[in-house]
């Protein structure tokens, strides 16, 4: 429906999905680029092929579709970075690295950090899925149209995901007391 709405070229419908979806853009393509600059751009980017292209596309979730591009330009951005850190400009480029934000600091503390490492080490695949239906919110189906495959391996590199992620968090997860960390056990336990 929101689709339909955008692709009519209803402005408010697409205001709606911009203020709805730009945190959870950013910050799906920040995990990719490791740039929040960049991500910015991305997302910025993607919001406007959608809308430049909204005849184009076909029915489902506005939130899927612009996750899918996000991903794609994301993607993009990154094989960009590999040729370019092949050269000795890139590499001199690549030395200064972004200054963290509360935000980043925040999440590099305690708990949360055990988490985001559990997360990172995840195998490519389960933690793209992880982070789109945990982090993002994204339904096992939108999450399969971003990533381009069946909705039953999304079912299954999720529930994999979380087998890991309990392997991983056991000793976290045991001594917790029952209100500390809800936030982050309620991440790897659904």
């Not at 945190?23 to 393509?29: H, P, S």
């Not at 909204?54 to 094989?79: K, Q």
């Not at 305690?110 to 993002?136: N, T």
């Amino acid at each position: 429906m929101e689709l339909d709405r955008v692709r009519n070229g209803d402005p408010t419908a697409f205001r709606v999905l911009v203020r709805t979806t730009w945190a959870g853009l950013v910050g799906y393509a920040r995990r990719i680029t490791r740039s929040e600059d960049l991500a910015q751009d991305i997302a910025q980017e993607a919001l406007v092929r959608l809308w430049e292209h909204r005849e184009r596309w076909g029915e489902g979730s506005a939130r899927a579709v612009l996750f899918r591009i996000a991903r794609n330009l994301a993607l993009d951005e990154c094989r960009k970075a590999e040729v370019r850190s092949r050269s000795a400009d890139a590499v001199a480029a690549e030395a200064s690295a972004p200054v963290p934000t509360p935000e980043d600091e925040l999440r590099a503390s305690g708990l949360h950090e055990r988490v985001a490492a559990a997360v990172a080490s995840l195998p490519a695949r389960r933690r793209e899925v992880f982070e789109l239906i945990r982090r993002e919110g994204l339904s096992y189906r939108e999450a399969s149209d971003v990533m381009g495959v069946s909705a039953q391996t999304v079912a299954n590199q999720m529930r994999l995901a979380m087998r890991d992620l309990r392997a991983l968090l056991v000793d976290v997860l045991d001594q917790a007391p029952p209100d500390a960390g809800a936030e982050d056990r309620r991440t790897v336990d659904g």
